[in-house]
């Protein structure tokens, strides 16, 4: 099924970037992956295999993206920070807290929207508490 651990098959959960803390955007900056400028420079290393450090030093001083993705592994979880059209999203891929929630059909079809957490809804990885404290760190 879309949008579940094939693992464990635990629906993902999917929540708004806007719902959690402040910190958790530099959480993904600071300790994640951009996914985004990695896939655009093994592009660029594809396409110039014998690229100099100007060349290289080239392609990061143009480098621009808009709505990056990141990955970021913590405390037990797999996280990516994504967005959907326009919004930025946290794909909680793997966690050590579940909760229930509503599913998000038909955007993310399959998993836990943690926005609408509901006792009768599907099991979906969860954030910690404390990742949804709206007090800054």
């Not at 967005?83 to 059909?105: D, K, N, Q």
Request: glycine share 8%; hydrophobic share 40%; net charge negative.
């Amino acid at each position: 099924m879309t949008n579940t651990n094939p693992k464990t098959g635990i629906a993902y959960g999917v929540v708004a970037l806007n719902s959690l803390a402040e910190w958790v955007t530099d959480e993904f900056m600071d300790r994640g992956v951009n996914l985004t400028s990695t896939a655009a420079f093994d592009e660029f290393t594809l396409e110039n295999p014998d690229a100099d450090e100007a060349a290289i030093q080239d392609f990061w001083d143009g480098y621009m993206a808009e709505e990056e993705e990141y990955e970021l592994h913590a405390d037990g979880m797999h996280l990516l920070l994504g967005h959907l059209g326009g919004a930025s999203l946290v794909w909680v891929l793997e966690s050590p807290v579940t909760t229930r929630a509503r599913p998000c059909s038909p955007c993310v079809p399959g998993a836990g929207d943690l926005d609408n957490k509901s006792d009768g809804g599907i099991e979906c990885y969860d954030l910690p508490a404390d990742w949804y404290d709206k007090v800054p760190a």
